[in-house]
């Protein structure tokens, strides 16, 4: 089903066929359910500086990580400011036992018209599937219950198998235990996700007609 799928990370534009699709994170905005920290406009210098450093770690922390869970990663070569974050990560995968079963995978929900990029989906000890949501920063900011939602849903569609468990990890140099894990068991966040995503097309097409 991802056959016609492609991806533009300058852009950060799906296309399905050509045609092109809202991600998760462009709906979550749009509708407000998550910060909109794309426009930065508004914000100070110092402010946007920041964010723009934050968003630069977490997009190298997600790309070492999945390298880590490869078996393909040189951690020596790591940015130092980064390193912390994926210390974090390796002690996580560690002391819950997690073993990468899929990474960084596109996924497109056929009759819903939205697409995204999971983080991860691994096996836990008890042979559980688990899907997994990297943060640096607040899930709650983010929207991640119903994120996880839309990429439970969209990765049934396409392979047929479903997750036991949604986590946000947010990862926290410095503490003891440097991650908090939120598990989102709330079979109610799917209708909710359908209805944002309901809300954003009626929302474009009010636009489109105004």
Same mark, same amino acid.
């Given at each position: %089903?991802?056959?016609?799928?492609?991806?533009?990370p300058?852009?950060h534009?799906y !296309?399905?066929? @050509?045609?092109?699709v +809202?991600s998760?994170?462009q709906?979550?905005?749009?509708? @407000?359910?998550?910060?909109?920290?794309?426009s930065?406009g508004? %914000?100070?210098g110092?402010? #946007?500086?920041?964010i723009?450093?934050?968003?630069?770690?977490?997009?190298?922390?997600?790309?070492d990580a999945h390298?880590?869970?490869?078996?393909?990663?040189?951690?020596?070569?790591v940015?130092?400011?980064? #390193?912390?974050?994926l210390?974090?990560?390796?002690?996580? #995968? %560690?002391?819950?036992?997690?073993? +990468?079963?899929?990474?960084?995978? *596109?996924?497109?929900h056929p009759?819903? #018209?939205?697409?995204?990029?999971l983080?991860?989906?691994f096996?836990?000890?008890?042979g559980?599937r688990v899907l997994v949501?990297i943060?640096?920063g607040?899930?709650?900011?983010? @929207?991640?219950?119903f994120?996880?939602?839309?990429?439970?849903?969209? =990765?049934?569609? %396409?392979?047929?198998?479903?997750?036991a468990e !949604?986590?946000?990890?947010?990862?926290?140099? @410095?503490? !003891?235990? +440097?991650y908090?894990?939120?598990? =989102?068991?709330d079979? *109610?966040? !799917?209708?909710?996700?359908?209805?944002?995503?309901a809300?954003f097309?009626?929302?474009?097409a009010? *636009?489109?007609?105004?």
């Amino acid at each position: %089903m991802t056959a016609g799928l492609t991806f533009d990370p300058e852009a950060h534009v799906y !296309r399905f066929n @050509g045609e092109v699709v +809202p991600s998760v994170t462009q709906i979550l905005a749009a509708t @407000g359910i998550s910060v909109d920290f794309a426009s930065l406009g508004s %914000m100070s210098g110092e402010i #946007r500086q920041a964010i723009e450093l934050k968003r630069e770690i977490g997009t190298a922390l997600h790309a070492d990580a999945h390298a880590f869970d490869d078996n393909d990663l040189d951690v020596e070569s790591v940015d130092p400011r980064v #390193r912390p974050y994926l210390d974090a990560w390796i002690e996580f #995968r %560690m002391n819950k036992g997690l073993l +990468p079963s899929v990474r960084e995978r *596109r996924v497109f929900h056929p009759t819903m #018209r939205y697409a995204g990029t999971l983080d991860g989906i691994f096996t836990a000890p008890s042979g559980a599937r688990v899907l997994v949501d990297i943060k640096t920063g607040d899930p709650e900011s983010s @929207g991640c219950q119903f994120q996880t939602a839309a990429y439970d849903m969209a =990765y049934e569609v %396409m392979t047929g198998e479903s997750v036991a468990e !949604r986590w946000g990890v947010q990862l926290v140099p @410095g503490l !003891r235990i +440097p991650y908090r894990i939120t598990k =989102y068991d709330d079979w *109610r966040d !799917r209708a909710q996700w359908q209805s944002i995503v309901a809300t954003f097309y009626a929302q474009h097409a009010r *636009r489109r007609s105004a």
